[in-house]
């Protein structure tokens, strides 16, 4: 399941949406109040599919338009967000001091936020390019 949160300041409000795939209009069959500021909202099978929080500023962190989820990854999942085998990743980008820091070491091994991981791949291709460019124009 993913879930998307979409944090909107303006009318200080938060949506939570639980539906696979993200939101898709229409999905909504029913509504339920559940307090005052919040409101349940259900697909036509009964799945809840959303969360409307009304009035977030009272009861999420002040600067609610920064909540995001990230997911985690091990050392497998991080080698094929690189695009290496699992003993290069070790070896290459595991223990490179330019490698994002773990967010835990555990005795199965090391975990990351998978944003980080995407994040250093992204700045790696974008800095492996310009290098070529630079390389290509002289």
Do not use: H
Request: glycine residues 6%.
């Amino acid at each position: 399941m993913e879930l998307l949160v979409q944090p909107d300041e303006a009318n200080d409000s938060l949506y939570i949406c639980f539906a696979a795939g993200g939101f898709v209009r229409g999905v909504v069959a029913r509504s339920v109040r559940a307090t005052d500021d919040v409101t349940l909202d259900f697909a036509s099978d009964g799945r809840l599919v959303g969360l409307d929080i009304m009035n977030a500023s009272k009861v999420v962190p002040p600067d609610f338009s920064s909540i995001g989820l990230d997911s985690l990854v091990g050392v497998k999942e991080a080698a094929k967000l690189v695009g290496v085998q699992k003993s290069n990743f070790v070896r290459d980008y595991a223990n490179s001091s330019d490698f994002p820091s773990p967010v835990a070491e555990l005795a199965t091994g090391r975990i990351w936020r998978r944003s980080q991981v995407e994040d250093y791949v992204r700045l790696r291709r974008s800095a492996q390019k310009r290098s070529r460019k630079m390389a290509a124009a002289s």
